[in-house]
């Protein structure tokens, strides 16, 4: 056994083979995904805790439907050409209004069919999510997605925000190539002004949220550091779907980042970025904060196991050089990640509610903009982040009113019913009565006490004494308690419970 000690000393020191049961095989479908059926927490019992975390990290020889270029139209929001720009131009000056008046309705009509496509992409994504058999990835991709915020309300060009979706895919396991990438991604260098960013009129949007936001935290930079960072990135901006490096507004004097005197380019100051102190713990703690439990946004403010944790991961980080793969596994084999400090201790964001409901329970999806529609009440509106800090998470997503909106929407997905009445969409039904397998053996018939435990074991991990009496309580008072619109009843006020709301 590992002793306390051990652990003290080394926060990532490994959780034995033999301690990882139904609970961590549970906990980590959770985590490093959206959580899973209990047939695949089964599976991760029989493969153990090493060959689990592999399947999960290392998801990259997982066969997945790829989300290739032309999955939706790029061309919905291109530029004018120059003969349409040399009519405009013409059309200016002499006064036409007819053609002023017909490039207006052109814009007019690409805006509203840009508007159409992004809620193709917000469907398309969180269809993904509920289907991918690649969890992780998509896990990692909405924490990017809330890390290096871009609201399409700024953007206003779905087929960047797609291409910058496919940047967070492709690149959730390299925090150097995220970094590199983002200060190349057409919605990031509009989101952020970068396209304004001109040698004679440096603007220092990017580079302060760089630095700010992305990977340092407030107190490990300076001023200098930002208007410095920004000269660097002066000259990239982007044309069309592509990024562009501009030469001729790129100013290539000597500039003074982290008091070093170098010609820095992007590419010399996300260098200097990885290269500061502060930077391995602000990624540490920011897979912390989405993997393992919430928290401070700011590594100084943690203590205890928290900061030691945070330490240890951060050592890891910057070892492997900030390719995240190492860092991830270390966490996923951990003791500490399987502790009773972590376990069900996390509040879930709007997201992880719906996808893992869907993943988990074996409910179905039924209409995704409905799906949608909820997860923007409770406060996750996907590709329309709040403000440039993204969400804040944590308790932030408790209130009355998402309270109220995360019950209502765990209802819609069990009974198909909403507020409003049962949507006309519903008649794939919920059957929970795969649960009854679970209850008793082959041949036999549950009773109400057993099928209420299985129940909560399914929704909950667990099965709580008191909770289990009052469920088999109200189906023994049922004709029927094992039929379905019984045991959906049951699993809507199961998912009723707080502890539902965590992770």
């Given at each position: 056994m590992t002793t306390t000690a051990q652990s003290a000393r080394n926060p990532l020191v490994r959780l034995p083979a033999e301690e990882f049961g139904h609970r961590e095989a549970r906990h980590l479908l959770l985590r490093a995904g959206f959580g899973g059926t209990d047939q695949q927490i089964e599976t991760m019992l029989e493969w153990g805790l090493d060959r689990a975390v592999d399947h999960l990290v290392d998801y990259e020889s997982i066969p997945t439907e790829p989300d290739a270029r032309d999955l939706f139209d790029h061309n919905i929001m291109r530029p004018l050409s120059r003969q349409e720009r040399a009519?405009?131009?013409?059309?200016?000056?002499?006064?036409?209004?007819?053609?002023?008046?017909?490039?207006?309705?052109?814009?007019?009509?690409?805006?509203?069919?840009?508007r159409r496509q992004m809620a193709d992409i917000r469907r398309w994504w969180l269809s993904r999510m509920i289907s991918t058999p690649r969890p992780l990835e998509e896990k990692l991709t909405l924490l990017w997605h809330g890390h290096f915020t871009t609201s399409y309300r700024t953007v206003e060009d779905s087929y960047h925000l797609f291409m910058q979706n496919r940047l967070f895919r492709g690149n959730a396991k390299s925090f150097p190539h995220l970094l590199r990438g983002i200060i190349r991604d057409p919605a990031m260098l509009r989101y952020l002004n970068n396209d304004q960013n001109r040698r004679a009129n440096p603007n220092e949007n990017l580079a302060r949220e760089l630095l700010e936001l992305f990977t340092l935290g407030e107190g490990n930079y300076s001023e200098r550091d930002i208007r410095e960072g920004a000269r660097a990135l002066t000259g990239y901006t982007f044309e069309d779907d592509a990024f562009v490096f501009?030469?001729?507004?790129?100013?290539?004097?000597?500039?003074a980042i982290f008091r070093r005197m170098a010609n820095f380019d992007g590419d010399g100051f996300i260098t200097a970025i990885l290269g500061q102190n502060a930077c391995a713990p602000f990624v540490a703690n920011r897979l912390y904060r989405f993997l393992v439990a919430d928290g401070p946004a700011h590594p100084r403010e943690l203590t205890g196991d928290r900061l030691a944790l945070v330490r240890a991961m951060s050592e890891r980080v910057r070892r492997d050089r900030y390719e995240l793969s190492g860092t991830l596994k270390a966490v996923f084999l951990s003791r500490y990640f399987y502790s009773d400090a972590v376990v069900g201790r996390k509040i879930k964001s709007p997201a992880e509610l719906v996808v893992g409901a869907v993943r988990t329970l074996g409910v179905p999806a039924r209409d995704i903009n409905a799906l949608l529609a909820s997860m923007d009440r409770m406060g996750q509106n996907l590709f329309y982040p709040p403000s440039v800090k993204g969400w804040d998470g944590g308790r932030a997503w408790i209130n009355t009113a998402t309270l109220f909106a995360r019950q209502n929407t765990l209802t819609y997905l069990i009974t198909g019913r909403q507020p409003t009445g049962r949507d006309r969409r519903a008649d794939d039904d919920y059957d929970p009565r795969t649960v009854l397998a679970l209850a008793s053996k082959p041949g036999e018939h549950p009773r109400p006490e057993e099928i209420a435990a299985a129940m909560l074991r399914l929704a909950l991990g667990q099965t709580d004494q008191d909770k289990a009496r009052i469920i088999a309580d109200s189906l023994s008072r049922l004709p029927n308690p094992a039929d379905r619109a019984a045991l959906a009843g049951a699993m809507a006020l199961i998912t009723a419970l707080p502890e539902y709301q965590l992770c």
């Open positions: 009519q405009l131009q013409a059309a200016r000056q002499r006064g036409d209004e007819d053609t002023l008046a017909r490039f207006r309705r052109q814009r007019q009509q690409s805006q509203r069919d840009d501009n030469h001729n507004q790129h100013d290539k004097s000597t500039k």
